[in-house]
């Protein structure tokens, strides 16, 4: 992959200006086996429940990433080893965690990229409570379904369109 998030901000000075490109707030750490991932927000909110993770995870990806408010609870995992399988199976580019993962060794093995806030060593409850693919907020920004979606080592970018 050829992008580097400092590099599309420095290019865009003007598209931040203007909110087309967001950055999110610092937090985010890599889990996945790969530390660089793009592609276009799948977007799911969720509070300590990973029922709609799995069933979205279990669609073709395509390529995209699955960005998950979760609220930043730090009470449980909404992503761990088995759902970093699925997701490189099914092709996601990456999983985006307001919360926390676990399972971080399986994690690591899995070519994808997976970050998140945390990690918690408990799942979490089964009631299949979720909404997606609508407006969320978090880390400070605005992602909506089909924005692209730009994680390296250096942070976390949401743009309205494709930069690269």
């Known amino acids: 992959m050829s992008f580097a998030t400092t590099d599309l901000c420095d290019a865009n000075e003007d598209l931040i200006a203007t909110g087309v490109l967001r950055v999110c707030a610092p937090g985010f750490r890599a889990y996945g086996g790969l530390s660089k991932f793009k592609g ?6 969720v509070f300590e429940d990973n029922t709609w993770v799995r069933t979205i ?7 995209r990433v699955l960005v998950i408010d979760g609220g930043g609870s730090m009470r449980c995992a909404l992503v761990g080893g088995n759902l970093g399988v699925l997701a490189e199976k099914n092709n996601w580019a990456g999983i985006l965690v307001n919360g926390c993962v676990r ?3 399986e994690l690591a093995q899995a070519k994808v990229g997976i970050n998140a806030l945390a990690v918690h060593p408990q799942k979490s409850v089964k009631r299949n ?6 407006i969320i907020d978090m880390a400070g920004t605005t992602v909506k379904p089909g924005d692209m979606i730009y994680v390296d080592q250096d942070g976390v970018l949401v743009a309205d369109r494709l930069l690269d």
Do not use: M, N, S
């Not at 276009?40 to 909110?45: D, E, Q």
């Not at 995870?57 to 390529?63: F, S, V």
């Open 40 to 45: 276009p927000a799948v977007t799911l909110k």
């Open 57 to 63: 995870l279990d669609e073709p990806g395509q390529g």
């Open 103 to 105: 399972d971080t060794l």
């Open 129 to 134: 409570v979720g909404e997606r693919d609508l």
